[in-house]
């Protein structure tokens, strides 16, 4: 009897204490060469030359309520890519009916460098959707 009682027990107190978190799909930035197509999606990158199109892929699970999505691409302004920030380039996005989830395009940056692309939603202004870091060399 007092084994089936300490079983029982451990039982009870192995699937309270033990939880499961599900953090869910988190949006995300993929970069590419060529422009971007279900085909050639997984063929990212993070290294780019100078002034040719960088292309790039922003996915967002969850919708974006307020359809407008803010893009800042800041350059780390030295050598040794840590300290040191500048913005490069800014630009607000309304999201179309079939973007809700996604936005894709491309820029073209002459300037080598180390750089991070940061994406806020107007809901959050303060708080990115997702950053990735990429790099523009010779």
Not at 47 to 67: A, C, D, E, G, Q
């Amino acid at each position: 009897m007092k084994k089936i009682i300490l079983i029982l027990t451990a039982l009870i107190t192995l699937i309270t204490t033990t939880a499961c978190i599900d953090m869910g799909d988190k949006p995300a930035i993929l970069f590419n060469k060529n422009p971007i197509t279900k085909e050639n999606v997984m063929d990212y990158s993070s290294v780019f030359k100078p002034n040719v199109r960088i292309y790039y892929l922003i996915l967002m699970p969850k919708k974006v309520h307020s359809r407008y999505i803010y893009i800042q691409i800041i350059k780390k302004d030295n050598d040794m890519e840590r300290l040191g920030y500048k913005l490069y380039w800014a630009n607000t996005v309304r999201l179309k009916d079939e973007e809700v989830y996604y936005y894709d395009d491309y820029i073209v940056i002459g300037e080598p460098g180390a750089y991070v692309m940061k994406v806020y939603s107007k809901d959050r202004p303060t708080e990115p959707l997702t950053m990735a870091q990429f790099f523009v060399r010779e």
